[in-house]
Nanobody, 120 residues
Framework: VQLVESGGGLVQAGGSLRLSCAAS????????MGWFRQAPGKEREFVSA??????YYADSVKGRFTISRDNAKNTVYLQMSSLKPEDTAVYYC????????????????WGQGTQVTVSS
């Protein structure tokens, strides 16, 4: 399984970005897809996930980020709005069989990450 993220970059506070994650190597359906992020000196933290038509968000991004998936394209998206400097991190796409989890240890495959930098 390969996951390739794209869409990161530099944006001013209050701006928006959309991250994409293209999956290959297996059937997309039936797997939870998630996004985590890791800022320098901090642990990797859960951002959002989707499985079986449901979506889940960390409290810190609820109302600002939206996760979606296109099973026909084997792609999951993370639309990020009202970005804040504290959203600055490397964002990782990940996947696991079955329902989502908020623990990074429960995921099986990871992308290489994409940098998101929000300037104040």
């Amino acid at each position: 399984v390969q996951l390739v993220e794209s869409g990161g970059g530099l944006v001013q506070a209050g701006g928006s970005l959309r991250l994409s994650c293209a999956a290959s190597g297996r059937t997309f359906g039936g797997y939870a897809m998630g996004w985590f992020r890791q800022a320098p000196g901090k642990e990797r933290e859960f951002v959002s996930a989707t499985s079986w038509g449901n979506t889940y968000y960390a409290d810190s991004v609820k109302g600002r980020f939206t996760i979606s998936r296109d099973n026909a394209k084997n792609t999951v998206y993370l639309q990020m709005s009202s970005l804040k400097p504290e959203d600055t991190a490397v964002y990782y796409c990940t996947t696991r069989l079955g329902v989502h989890s908020m623990r990074y240890e429960d995921y099986d495959y990871w992308g290489q990450g994409t940098q998101v930098t929000v300037s104040s």
